[in-house]
């Protein structure tokens, strides 16, 4: 273990402040506000406006963002180094700087890509997602196929150099504004289930796609439904082979987990409730005095900052080229629990104000907890619900027998996960 | 530059494994905790020949001049071992030493205590569930000592005591006493984790040296103490999750093997995703304690409270997926469960530290 920091890491983290004081001034700050309310909305959680951008270049050249892919895509191609992420993470969260967008496109389709995609895929999608210009959902869930995903339904039958593409996707989160969207289709209906499923992307401009948006708990609509009739997409949107689109997305689902269960997001909530207890008075004194609160905030606080240590344990394992078996597996169900609960403590700091809905001008950050509160339930089920990663720490981390029913329907080896 | 383990580390780890699964099994450990002392000669004198206690020790003073970490990893072997004897109390006197002594005094303790011919232990704890160095009570006089001392692991076998107590000017410093020494008592007590028996200790004008060296060397011992007992609470909380699943692989009812029950997987799944995470904090506080010395106090603190919260999740979970026979005597859980309440104990409970936690970062 060696995560010192030599001079040179002190030297580093000025570096980065002094690249941070000269490109992203107190004027930049003040143009758009610091803490997006939709903070724990997937896809949506980050500034990506023009001043962001141009930031987001200097910070890429600079090689801050998007350390892990190449350069000849947008990225800015370091040699993996956590602590050097680390401080780049925390200088940035500090300065409320722009970081690396996440979301469905950026941190699921750019990885599937980078593992799967043919260079021309390459060339043509990491670098324009990465910089937030093109807008990728993610089509996975139907009516009919939710946590049992590979029963999907969607139907892709080729026809000369194109697929034509009949189905209907829900839960589709941006899909109305989305460029593009990467699916989950059926090519062949006679294969076993997990065999006849292809991965295509999908120009959401194309004739015969019809987006519906769908209204969440929060009042927003995030979420629709997409009806797809006769669309044509040209067969070099396959990513992978014909039948291997499984495979595929278990890349691209692992990512997902990952994303969902990032620390990034627990610490920014964090990061606002300790500014909350801070400020709000409870009873005649900071709420932050209350020793029931400061006990929760601490405890919180801890597991916020195991979960960042475990994603540098993560790091180091893939570094090593060793595979983290289980800790690899728990990422999303730890960070998602560690997610409610951060966001249920803001309500508590809150005591009765909670009661005050978002926009309402009076109520303590305008509201902006409840949504955070709200959408810590979302993610909850987003990505493979929490007793789907239950399952699958079981089954695949601990060895324990699959679901018999489970394994008959989806005609998967037991081995292979 | 990683947050892993060297290869160094991971033989060292494996070979203590091994060492303590071929001489220290479960009726070993048993044998050993059913004694008086719950000490075994022949046990330490092994780890000895390992260099478990002298890991930390500078090597001019014939350590292994190793750091905290590899201490850690020792201590949650030995948590995973359930192992009885001296270790904790031992390391932490060592550290006293090593981080509140002079370098003459070092030089003249540390040698016997790196090999282990010479076992030390702390004594720090108060009446009234005092931990915290502020009100201490001991104060030291004249050359001696006078107060009580409460929870000293090990006390009757310690050969010397690194004791917390006030000086006359008020500030509360690290004494060297002789377990031989004149106006000491030691009452024996009827006591929950029988691997880690603890004793009160009464002082009555006892001799006593000063440490000379920095005053900080007492906080960084009692740091040092909440690192070591989170990876012990770690290696215990391990042993449990694996026990349980195990049994869950082989217990059968209803026609299979309740491993194959929905509940049952689930409960599993949540003990792994709370376990895995733990890893690397206590591995992050360990370093800290050598690298990263301004975020060392407050991590100390909080994996402290939180491993050991863990470690008696993991345990009860552990107790109730084995049904029946997990409530046994004869059967070997309630051991850790034993050790999970030394763990949360010892060295204050996790409210206290949390509360400090919260302190130090200035709320
Ligand atoms: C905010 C949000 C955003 C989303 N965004 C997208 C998106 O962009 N793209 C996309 O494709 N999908 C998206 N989804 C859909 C999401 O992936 C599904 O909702 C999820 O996989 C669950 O499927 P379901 O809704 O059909 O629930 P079901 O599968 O019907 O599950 C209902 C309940 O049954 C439980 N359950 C089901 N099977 C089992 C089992 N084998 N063992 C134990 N319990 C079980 C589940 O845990 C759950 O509690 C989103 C969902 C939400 C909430």
Known sequence: MDLRFRPEYEAFRQEVRAFLTQHWTDEDRASAPPV???????????????????FRLAAIERGYLYRHV???????????????????????????????LIGQGPSMLVPTLLEHGTEEQKQRFIRDTLLGKIQWCQGYSEPGAGSDLASLRTRADLDGDFFVVNGHKIWTSNADTADWMFALVRTDPDKPKHEGISYLLIDMKSPGITVRPLRQMTGEADFNEVFLDNVRVPVTNLVGKRGQGWTVSRSTLKHERNLIGSALLSERVLDGVRFLAQALELRGRPAIQDPVLRARLVE????????????????????????PGIAGLVTKLYGTTLGYDVARLAMDVLSDRGLLAPGETTAPAMGMFLTAYMWSLGILIAGGTANIQRNVIAERGLGLPRDPRAQRDTGQN???G | ????????????????????????????VRAIMETETAHDLALWQGLCGLGVPGLIVPAEHGGGGLELLDLALAAE???????????????????????????EQR????????????IGTVAWGEAGSQWNPEHWATFYEGGTLSGEKLFVPFANVADVLLVGARNAEGSVRLYRVEREAPGITITPLAVVDMTRKVQHV?????????????????QRAIDAGCILVAADAFGGSRRCLEMAVSYAKTREQFGQVIGAFQAVKHQLANMACELEPALSLWWYAAHAYDHIRDQCERHAAMVKAHLTDLYDRMTRDATELHGGIGFTWEFDLHLWFRRAIFDRGFLGDAHYHRERAARLAGW
């Open chain 2, 107 to 118: 030089g003249h303790w540390l040698p016997t205590m790196a090999e282990g011919t010479s």
């Open chain 1, 300 to 323: 919180l606080e801890t597991k916020v900052l195991a979960s960042r240590y475990h994603g540098y344990r993560l790091l180091t394992l893939q570094a090593r080229g060793e595979d």
């Open chain 2, 202 to 218: 009464r002082f009555e004008r006892t001799p006593a040296t000063p440490l000379e060296g920095p005053p900080s060397g007492l």
């Open chain 1, 70 to 100: 190449p350069r000849r895509y947008g990225g800015s191609e370091q040699p993996f180094d956590p602590l050097k992420l680390a401080i780049i993470q925390d200088e940035f969260r500090k300065a409320e700087a722009p970081g690396e």
């Open chain 1, 36 to 54: 997006n309310p939709r903070g724990m909305s997937l896809g949506t959680a980050i500034r990506n406006d023009e001043r962001a951008t141009r």
């Open chain 1, 414 to 416: 037991p081995k292979e």
């Open chain 2, 1 to 28: 530059m990683d947050f892993g383990l060297s290869a160094d580390q991971l033989l060292f780890q494996q070979t203590l494994r091994r060492f303590l699964a071929e001489q220290c099994p479960m009726t070993r």
């Open chain 2, 77 to 103: 072997e030995l948590g995973y071992a359930c192992t009885p004897g001296p270790f904790l109390g031992h390391a932490l006197a060592t550290i006293c030493v090593i981080e509140g002594a002079s370098e």
